[in-house]
């Protein structure tokens, strides 16, 4: 049976947290999402959600603070329109647009976490695994490069061309990637 | 009588209707009756306007249908522009009398038969036709 | 200055007296009311529920055939200004009712020939509308009529009746402020009154109720007209068809209900407009007031 | 350098163990590259299993750490603390959380929560190896803190940080400290009058030896950041030398011209040459060019230089610019009361009888223009009714302030409660929508008022207030009988709406701190930081953050100070070093970070024509890194690097 993998980007001070009381309190939910955190969702960058996808994700939680909580005043919001934007884009390029889920999630909202990790968890399994159709090689963990002074492969082209990866020289995945 | 109140109520269509039809958020009411301090005519209404968007709050429509205070209202706006939550209460009656006048198109409220033969021939003709269309439909 | 101008069915009939003094006072200072080659009735109340497109064809209708005199239309009756203002706010605010209003336009079958020239293009709301009271402070300026007083109306103590419907809802009219209004006080001021400022001139008359339940719009009234006059007001001023009617015409009852009342006329601003601009007597007709003004008038020496 | 980090996975009894194959995971990332220790142990958070963390730093020569264990919000410190000892940088030892992520929360799932938890592992990591060592942010610091705004709050401000040992340089805009709370007759809900227990603390505040007042001054500019504040503050011209001034009062006394009084909200007049009231605070008098003959008419009149025993009149003096430098900045500008003029369906600024609140508590004050007597403004007759307005441009989205301004209630029941105290054949009436009466013995003060001193509440809002035959005509309803109600009243008090002062909005601006959308000072955070600015250095007291009673803005006040002092409490101003900086090489000097930057940490150096991160000023929040189109803009470790390879560790397998 196909297990989807999901990135979570949560943000430290909300969502990270929820997470913890998730586990405080016990509550179950499924084990395809691997937590990166950050001190606030403004801090993603939309070619981070590009990247996970690149490197195999089949889908992306971003959790932040609810809208008016956010630990830096504002970042939330810049995160809610950054996420609008990609969402048009990942349909340009042809990645279904529910893969990338944007939650405000609380320190007090364990409940709330499950439940959605659970949900975008059914929600991507049911989607199918991502298959970008590239070609090459999968750039899998450190052997893809992805140097910090240059964006990665994926770069913000809307048109999703294919060739923006062998532009830049990035190492791309296969075709279909095996469902495990 | 206990007023029996239910989500059923509550959420009932014909609510969702008067809401809809008015364009107002019955909820954003917080009941505090200015509405119904300035209202001119108030004196002559049955239910006062605040009590009227209480009652749909409850969810008793009928309570707001059939009372005598949505054809005494002339419509002069002192109820909206006065709403601190920017309700409008000359919209809600306007509503309820829609849903009333839509259902008993065969018994209007004023007979323009019965309008005095002095009124049509002296009032203004804009008083005559605005009656006929808030009190007719 | 030429500007198109819609009388509405009442000045056309019942208020001539209101119709002919506006265009003889705007002649006087210089404006020339135009009035639309063809125009109807523009429905007397705007609709309140949500879910009305029928109901405001008229007014557009007529804002549609406005829009081919010119972009400003010029209104006196209170009720006609606020319904064509409020119309012309729905073209301009919701694409939805605007699409089907145009629809129907371009389906009227009834005047085919006159209104297919007007109904080739969408109308979309360019035509504003405006009251004969803001064309005066705006458009000739409150100085420019303040030359052409020839009488001072310096011992009148005159009531400035608002009502309703000019005022009220505050975002779509965008007259003034409705709870302290200023704009006729200024006009009144202009014209060098005595003006009387009495806590009833926001009140309703009553409106339309007066066909349908007398009494309650006579008692609208008479909290009206006893408030001017206990400011001691010699003269009400109005500027709509059926404010007039309620507080006039109805002081016969009033005085039948309240001892000792004084009755006090109640007259169009344009008829005191057409006084202090001189204009003669053939303009400014008060025969059919219910309460004559003509005594107080010549009392102050203004006739 | 080849990293070496060491992993260690904690067993956190059989927290961890019952579901991670523990053994496995050390054994699969002891292969993983860059680690170059792997272990597991019971209790890694024990002594045992930090002193075993420090022996593996020193055996193994390690670069880096990952403890693999639960939160970072419970043990980072701890082994961060342990790193430092051994001789590892504390930013270069991360937390792994397998317990809260993972192990609890995948408790049927053992292989796949032990698949799991390597890749957590993983990530942390692919984290650590890119990780720097870092040092926190060192700023030197001013050990002097600025109060702006000498009302209660700023006063309780400015005498806590002085009596912490601080020097205090506390500014006010008026003639006299004192604000608003100056002006009050009695306080709810004790009934202690406000003059009694101010009067006090205005005079410790202008004889503090370690506070320096500046009052009738203002903040012109400041510069800097927290504990090195550049502040420019204009002393007005007073035209009277305030230092020699003795406070003997005949320039007053002489002076010809009369003014509404602004202390008595013009229900008095005060002369052109005057001290706002008879306990000012100093109590030396100002000029108001303004009003006076002098000014206005070109030289004439002086009569105030004539008198003046001392000679300190000088028309001639300018504003005077003082500059200052401090390390901390509290806020405590007040509020005003919103216009009554706005107010037009109740003849506010129209009908003399009908007033503010805080013009009947100058009535009510003893040392009023009234000594204390209830007066109509109209004719100076006693009332006999008084009709009293809640929620007078409060709780009105539509056409005044949507939020509740907290006081009114209260000083209305109070204002009910001290008339019928004075009149006692008089009747009051309150107009409300709730009585909120949140406070210690508040609700027992409302009660007292109602039952005991007869004041009628009456549930509903006024539509309409009018003069009629000498009396206020109200139109009110009383919504729990549906009925309209009328009352012909002597007198109207409207409690208005609670506003930030028209001055500190500005004042914010210039400081850029930031302001809700009513202007009211924004807080860090509303719960756990309700002092603080977002803007580091800068602190809040009183009603310029919000609505407030006394009690509350006091203690606000103290909780500022100890802020303060806690800030000062330290040599140096240290701050956490995962923040933003800029590679200077690449960026292009598109100010994009500027324009994201919710402190204003980016700025422009207009001479290289880049941006650069302020260090002392930036709190780490990562915007202008996302939103840098150049990838520029950097976090210390937390760099898109680090995030890339992190995911990819996440993705694995």
């Given amino acids: 049976m196909y297990e989807p993998r999901i990135v979570c980007f949560f943000c430290k001070w909300c969502t990270y947290a929820g997470a913890d009381l998730a586990g405080t309190s016990r509550k179950q939910y499924p084990p395809n999402g691997v937590v990166v955190r950050v001190n606030c969702s403004g801090r993603i960058d939309p070619q981070h959600v590009l990247w996970a996808f690149r490197e195999g994700a089949d889908g992306v939680l971003i959790g932040g603070c609810h809208p008016g909580d956010c630990h830096y005043q504002d970042g939330n919001y810049k995160t809610m329109r950054r996420v609008t934007f990609l969402k048009r884009m990942l349909s340009d390029m042809g990645i279904e647009p529910e893969r990338l889920r944007l939650e405000w999630i609380s320190a007090a909202e364990g409940e709330k976490l499950v439940h959605v990790m659970s949900d975008f968890v059914d929600e991507v399994k049911s989607l199918g695994a991502l298959e970008l159709g590239l070609t090459g090689e999968k750039g899998n963990g450190g052997a893809a490069k992805a140097p910090a002074k240059k964006k990665p492969a994926v770069k913000a082209k809307a048109a999703g061309k294919k060739t923006t990866a062998k532009k830049t020289g990035k190492k791309a995945k296969p075709a279909a990637r095996k469902a495990r | 009588m206990r007023l029996r109140i239910t989500s059923e109520h509550i959420k009932g269509d014909i609510i969702k209707r008067v809401e809809d039809l008015s364009g107002q958020s019955l909820l954003e009411c917080y009941q505090c009756g200015k509405c119904s301090a300035g209202c001119p005519v108030v004196n002559e209404m049955d239910v006062i306007p605040s009590e009227v968007i209480r009652l749909l709050q ?68 804009m008083g005559v036709v605005g009656a006929l269309r808030k009190l007719n439909g | 200055m030429k500007i198109p101008y819609y009388p509405g069915c009442t000045l056309h009939e019942r208020a001539l007296d209101f119709d002919v003094s506006a265009r003889e006072c705007a002649k006087t200072l210089g404006v020339e009311l135009e009035e639309l080659p063809i125009w109807t009735c523009c429905g007397a109340v705007f609709p309140l529920v949500t879910d009305s497109v029928m109901e405001i064809l008229a007014p557009v209708r007529n804002l549609a055939y406005a829009s081919r005199e010119g972009d400003k239309l010029v209104t006196l009756c209170s009720f006609c200004y606020h319904v064509l203002k409020r119309a012309n706010r729905t073209i301009r605010t919701d694409p939805e009712k605007a699409e089907k209003a145009n629809l129907f336009l371009r389906a009227d079958t009834e005047a085919r020939e006159e209104i297919e020239s007007y109904t080739r293009e969408d109308y979309t709301g360019q035509v504003e509308v405006i009251h004969f009271l803001e064309m005066l402070r705006d458009l000739v300026g409150y100085e420019a009529v303040a030359k052409k007083v020839r009488r001072k109306l310096k011992d009148l103590r005159v009531a400035p009746y608002y009502g309703c419907m000019l005022l009220r809802p505050k975002k779509e009219m965008e007259f003034d402020d409705p709870e302290q209004p200023s704009i006729f006080e200024e006009f009144l001021e202009t014209l060098g009154c005595d003006v009387v400022d009495f806590p009833m001139k926001t009140e309703c008359c009553g409106g339309f109720q007066i066909v349908s339940d007398e009494d309650l719009a006579i008692a609208c009234s008479r909290n009206v007209v006893s408030s001017a006059i206990k400011r001691g007001a010699d003269v009400i001023v109005t500027t709509c068809p059926l404010c007039r009617y309620n507080l006039d015409k109805k002081q016969e009852e009033m005085a039948k209900e309240v001892r000792g009342f004084r009755k006090i006329p109640v007259i169009y601003f344009t008829q005191l407009l057409g006084i202090a601009l001189g204009i003669d007597g053939e303009h400014i007709d008060f025969t059919d007031n219910y309460v004559d003004p003509r005594p107080v008038l010549a009392e102050k020496s203004l006739l | 350098m080849e990293e070496r980090i060491g992993v260690f996975v904690c067993h956190c009894g059989s927290n961890i163990a019952g579901v991670v194959d523990v053994k496995r995971v050390a054994e699969e990332l002891g292969k993983y590259p860059g680690v170059a220790h792997s272990t597991d142990y019971t209790y890694m958070c024990s002594d045992p299993g930090q002193n075993l963390v420090k022996d593996a730093i020193k055996e193994h020569n390690l670069t880096g750490v990952i403890v693999a264990a639960c939160s970072p919000t419970l043990h980072e410190a701890t082994f961060r603390r342990a790193g430092r000892v051994a001789g590892v940088n504390p930013y270069q030892v991360e937390i792994a959380n397998i317990r809260e992520h993972c192990s609890w929360v995948h408790q049927g799932e053992k292989e796949a929560a032990t698949e799991k938890a390597i890749k957590i592992i993983k990530t942390m990591v692919e984290k650590a190896r890119l990780d720097e060592a870092l040092d926190p942010i060192s700023v030197p610091m001013t050990h002097k803190a600025l109060v702006v705004g000498a009302g209660i709050a700023g006063i309780q401000a400015a005498l806590d940080i002085a009596n912490a040992g601080h020097e205090v340089v506390l500014v006010e805009k008026s003639p006299s400290v004192g604000g608003h709370m100056a002006q009050l007759s009695e306080t709810f809900p004790t009934l202690d009058c406000s003059q009694c227990i101010m009067t006090p603390k205005m005079v410790e505040v202008s004889q503090h030896p370690r506070i320096n007042l500046m009052t009738y001054s203002e903040i012109d500019d400041v510069a800097g950041f927290v504990g090195n504040f550049k502040v420019k503050i204009r002393k007005k011209a007073a035209y009277v030398d305030r230092d020699a001034c003795t406070g003997c009062g005949v320039c007053v006394e002489k002076c010809p011209v009369k003014t509404e009084s602004e202390f008595d909200e013009g229900l008095a007049m005060r002369k052109a040459i005057y001290t706002p009231f008879p306990q000012a605070v100093p109590n030396k008098p100002v000029l108001d060019p303004e009003h006076c003959t002098y000014f206005l008419k070109d030289g004439k009149c002086g009569i105030c230089q004539k008198v003046c025993p001392v000679g300190c009149v000088d028309y001639e003096q300018k504003d005077e610019i003082i500059e200052e430098e401090v390390g901390a900045i509290v806020v405590a500008t007040g509020y005003d009361l919103y216009p009554i003029e706005n107010m037009g369906e109740y003849g506010g600024g129209k009908y003399a009888d009908v007033i503010t609140g805080l013009q009947f508590e100058r009535m009510l004050s003893a040392s009023g223009p009234t000594e204390g007597e209830v007066r109509r403004p109209s004719d100076g007759k006693e009332p006999k009714e008084i009709v009293f307005l809640t929620c007078c441009g409060s709780r009105d989205p539509e056409a005044h302030m949507p939020y509740c301004s907290k006081v009114c209630c209260m000083y209305l029941t109070k204002h009910a409660m001290l008339y019928k105290h004075k009149v006692h054949d008089g009747q009051a009436y309150v107009f409300y929508m709730d009585v909120r009466t949140a406070g210690k013995g508040y609700e027992e003060f409302y009660t007292r008022a109602a039952e005991e001193d007869d004041v009628l509440y009456i549930r509903g809002k006024v539509s309409k207030i009018y003069e009629e035959d000498g009396k206020v005509m109200v139109w009110g309803v009383d919504t729990l009988t549906g009925k309209k109600v009328e009352i012909a009243a002597d007198m109207a008090v409207l409690g208005l709406a609670t506003v930030p002062n028209v001055a500190a909005k500005k004042l914010a601006n210039k400081l850029k701190i930031h302001t809700d959308e009513w202007g009211f000072l924004a807080e860090a955070h509303p719960k756990l930081r309700p002092v603080e600015s977002l803007a580091p250095g800068f602190y809040l007291a009183g009603a310029a953050q919000g609505p407030k009673d006394i009690p509350e803005a006091v203690a606000q006040a103290s909780g500022a100070a100890s802020k303060v002092a806690h800030l000062f409490a330290e040599e140096e101003y240290h701050r956490e070093p995962i923040i933003a900086w800029i590679d200077e090489d690449t960026c292009a000097g598109c100010r994009v970070c500027i324009s994201v930057c919710p402190y204003d940490a980016a700025e422009f150096d207009e001479e290289n024509g880049i941006a650069k991160i302020q260090e002392a000023i930036c709190e780490g929040c990562g915007a202008c890194i996302a939103a840098c189109p150049s990838a520029s803009a950097q976090q210390r470790n937390l760099t898109d690097e680090q995030v890339y390879k992190m995911v990819s560790a996440a993705l694995e397998g």
């Fill in chain 2, 58 to 125: 409850l969810g008793q429509a009928d309570e707001a249908l059939d009372s005598k205070t949505i054809w005494i209202c002339a419509s002069c706006l002192q109820c909206a522009s006065k709403c601190p939550k920017g309700v409008e209460f000359s919209s809600i009656c306007d509503a309820l009398r829609q849903i009333v006048l839509r259902k008993r198109l065969s018994t209007p409220r004023m007979d323009a038969d019965e309008v005095s033969a002095i009124m049509v021939s002296d009032a203004p003709q």
